[in-house]
């Protein structure tokens, strides 16, 4: 999944190469792997499923997150988009330039096991409660997308779980879906002048990475996704990003609008949730620098009680991929 993005015959070539190479990948193949996943229980089509490049944990999820205080933070650029949670009145930051390497936090906060994700291919930034049924599940990658979007695993059964839509789709979890919990991305500068003594994820001392730079240098600005086979939504760009609402309780959306809309008029209502838009924070995706990206802005989302919603910011070709069934407002 960290394949430099780039344009042109390259891109074409090595396209093709994965998908007539890997596309083919089956329940054998990935059991002489060494999974140990059920491969006998799944709710999709298996062939939708294919390899994004890194094998199983090449991209090492963080399991022992470092912090430091936000006025300890001397890392980041003010632009630069982090993950804002807060869980039992306990507030931390998860920088994208970290996430991007990593795809996965497991963390716990406030006493709730967390984990926090982020699939660059779908600028998906997305939290999700840990523990199911009594068991606290551990996250890791598998180095599989399925509509361009990561596909996580649990390290306790090994079942496979779609991250856009935090649901079991392979092995024994198959049909079982995570508590997502509400969070958003906001600039680093706003982050720390609101909350100077939050916990802030650190760069782990033990991996080097080029923390701070972008992998997928234009990404959200190219023509089409990378590493997509489904259809296109229509009457918007693909790579157009738009604000997916969740209703309370539920992985499934209520309201689709795209961010240029929400962007032009500042604030909207739909279905009693509150969008607003304001100015301020920088593209991940964009340049080189993920602080340098060019403004996208940060978006919030209140619930009909006024208290933040569930929500993410992603392309309009996953959530069609992924809610066919819902108009993206444009």
Known sequence: MHLRWATGAFVVALTVLIWTGLAGANPARWTAEGWRTDFSKQSVDLTEIISGGPPKDGIPAIDDPRFVT????????????????????????????????????????????????????????????????????????????????????????????????????????????????????????????????????????????????????????????FLYRGEMPDGIEPMARVVVVRAAGSNKPVSIVSLGKLREAKSLDRGGYRLSWEEGQASALDTREIGKGREVGTVSVSGPDGKPAVHDITFAFVAHAFHPEMTIEG
């Not at 982020?118 to 509509?147: M, Q, S």
């Not at 695993?153 to 079982?176: C, H, L, N, P």
């Not at 958003?184 to 991996?207: E, I, N, Y």
């Open 70 to 225: 936000a006025d300890e933070a001397d890392d980041l650029q003010p632009r630069e988009p982090v993950i804002q949670l807060t869980v039992g009145g306990e507030t931390r930051a998860y920088p994208l330039s970290i996430l991007m390497f990593h795809e996965i936090v497991n963390d716990t906060v406030a006493g709730i096991p967390v984990a926090v994700t982020y699939c660059p291919l779908c600028n998906a930034a997305i939290v999700f409660e840990r523990e199911l049924g009594g068991t606290v599940l551990d996250f890791g990658t598998t180095g599989k997308l399925r509509h361009s979007d990561l596909v996580m695993y649990d390290r306790q059964t090994e079942s496979w779980w779609q991250q856009f839509t935090g649901t079991g789709i392979v092995g024994a979890m198959t049909g079982k879906t995570l508590d997502v919990i509400p969070s958003g991305l906001v600039s680093w500068q706003a982050f720390s002048k609101r909350h100077p003594d939050a916990k802030v994820l650190a760069r782990p001392t033990s991996m080097s990475r080029p923390y701070g730079q972008n992998p997928y240098v234009s990404y959200d600005s190219a023509a089409m996704p």
